[in-house]
């Protein structure tokens, strides 16, 4: 995960929230001594999550810098927030290097993926050690699944972008990127969602919102209120879960550090509010955990 975070790679002041929330937490089944992490729901108790690539012998695959490779799982939610039946995600679209960390439309019509400047067929012009991350979108066909995943106009092969997440009415994609435009390593974008695959220009979510450390895994809740990890000042420790409201006028609040447990002295990221908005899943490396990444079932009371 860490060389994950790494390829992706004005002060702010983030307050403590002050709401008495209490919250349970449990270390899933399905966590094991490798990396899980990102959790999506996306309809019916279907979940998507992204861990290690392994093979039919069990061992993880790595590419040819032996780099361990990223890719997609989903399976069904049980009541008790464990995920069971658990199988890769497979498309005809065959990505070479990563893929993870998904992103859906509310009506799960559409996928957007986070994966590499390369898939398979592709003239690569560049060394493999160049690799940048890029946003990619497939349609949801009848019978067959996930397929024909195209590349967001707006990603340079320059720049990396990743994370997708849909706002709760569809009319904006939110991600992380390192942009020029960036005021630190990655900043948090959104961008309009045109219809057709169309999408309007990036647009920095500013100065409150974005810090000159990291921020990444952007998610907005149905009641507005956008979730994300940084590893700016005055946190806890490594990436931590921050809050910030979406006003009636549309603009941010100043981002509320979550309070522990949700957040540790290791790295908190990947909040996914579930349907009922009192449970959810977010992922952390913290000590006591089964592997590198976990992901982490809450009830907030």
Do not use: W
Request: charged fraction near 25%; hydrophobic fraction near 30%; include cysteine.
């Amino acid at each position: 995960m860490k060389t994950f975070l790494l390829i992706l790679t004005l002060a702010v002041t983030a307050s403590v929230s002050s709401q008495n929330e209490t919250y349970t937490l449990k270390n899933i089944s399905l966590n094991d001594e490798l990396s899980q992490y990102g959790v999506v729901h996306v309809k019916d108790g279907i979940v998507y999550y992204s861990r290690y690539k392994v093979n039919s012998f069990g061992s993880v695959e790595r590419n040819d810098d032996s780099q361990q490779i990223f890719t997609v799982y989903h399976g069904e939610m049980t009541d008790d927030g464990n995920i069971i039946n658990t199988k890769e995600f497979v498309s005809s679209d065959r990505f070479v290097f990563n893929s993870s960390t998904a992103g859906f439309s509310k009506d799960g019509q559409y996928m957007y993926v986070t994966t590499n400047e390369k898939k398979r067929g592709d003239v690569y012009k560049y060394d493999d050690k160049t690799r940048n991350l890029r946003l990619e979108r497939g349609e949801f066909v009848e019978g067959k699944g996930y397929m024909n995943f195209k590349p967001l106009h707006f990603c340079d092969q320059r720049y990396s972008y990743g994370h997708p997440s849909v706002s709760p009415d569809g009319q904006f994609l939110y991600f992380t990127s390192n942009i020029p435009s960036a005021k630190g390593p990655t900043d948090i974008f959104r961008v309009k969602i045109l219809g057709n695959n169309k999408y309007g220009k990036p647009e920095n979510l500013g100065a409150k919102l974005n810090s000159p450390r990291k921020e990444m895994f952007p998610y907005l809740s149905s009641d507005n209120t956008l979730y994300f990890s940084s590893d700016r000042a005055k946190g806890i420790g490594g990436l931590d879960l921050y809050k910030a409201e979406i006003g009636p006028d549309g603009k941010f609040g100043v981002p509320e550090l979550m309070p522990a447990p949700i957040n540790s002295k290791a790295d908190d990221m990947c909040f996914e509010l579930l349907p009922d908005g009192k449970s959810g899943y977010f992922t952390s490396n913290r000590e006591g955990g089964k592997g590198e990444d976990d992901i982490y079932y809450f009830i907030k009371e």
